[in-house]
């Protein structure tokens, strides 16, 4: 199970969309596996992931503990730090997992995980089609496949489509709709360019899974449809 499984949106909205972890199970594959782990985040840097996390730490976009107003007048918002930086700071094994916004770098990075033959259990989170078809050129069989259940119930009482194809981007909830409702009114003010607004929204996802292209691009179609 993973709480990635959950992104709300259309299947054209969740196009180029890909999560791919790594996980141990408890007391049958641990051993060694926080070195896996960082060799599983490093092979995926040259594929240029958009995001990366491993749900014990900050993930790659944080907030600035000892921000000051200084230092943000003299040297401007940190927004993400360094992939390394992060691999290195893994405390234990957790989920590590990694962000891509294209199917090419998802199915490249796959092939080298194939190689690498980690003995973890990789799981990949996205549209069930395009996975079964990357699955299909690298040579991998799905062990099993999981699906998502729409809303049932009072939906009228849930925010706009918008704003949960935003919010849901972080399956344990640390993104809120106020908040993802308050990036979309920003962005329609003018006071945020897009790409601030989804940086500042993946902060709130501790495990990293937030994808800020994704993110942007709902920002721009809502405010074009505005």
Do not use: W
Not at 58 to 63: G, L, V
Not at 206 to 211: E, K, L, M, S
Request: hydrophobic share 40%.
């Amino acid at each position: 199970m993973t709480n990635t499984l959950h992104r709300y949106g259309s299947p054209q909205s969740l196009r180029n969309d890909y999560i791919v972890f790594a996980m141990a199970a408890k007391g049958h594959n641990e051993q060694g596996a926080l070195e896996k782990a960082r060799t599983f985040l490093r092979a995926a840097i040259k594929h240029r992931p958009i995001n990366m996390g491993n749900a014990l730490i900050n993930p790659r976009y944080r907030p600035e503990k000892d921000l000051t107003f200084l230092k943000l007048y003299l040297f401007g918002r940190k927004q993400e730090v360094p992939y390394e930086q992060l691999i290195e700071e893994l405390p234990a094994p957790g989920s590590a997992a990694v962000v891509f916004d294209n199917t090419y770098a998802m199915r490249r990075f796959l092939e080298d995980v194939k190689k690498l033959d980690l003995g973890l259990s990789i799981n990949v989170s996205a549209l069930i089609d395009d996975v079964r078809q990357v699955c299909g050129e690298v040579g991998i069989t799905p062990h099993s496949v999981e699906y998502s259940l729409p809303f049932r119930g009072a939906t009228e009482k849930l925010p706009s489509d918008d704003v949960l194809s935003l919010s849901t981007m972080c399956g344990h909830g640390m993104v809120s709709a106020n908040l993802a409702k308050k990036m979309v009114d920003r962005v329609r003010e003018g006071r945020m360019e897009p790409d601030e607004a989804a940086k500042c929204m993946a902060k709130f996802c501790v495990c990293g899974v937030f994808n800020t292209t994704r993110a942007m691009r709902v920002l721009h179609e809502t405010v074009r449809r505005d």
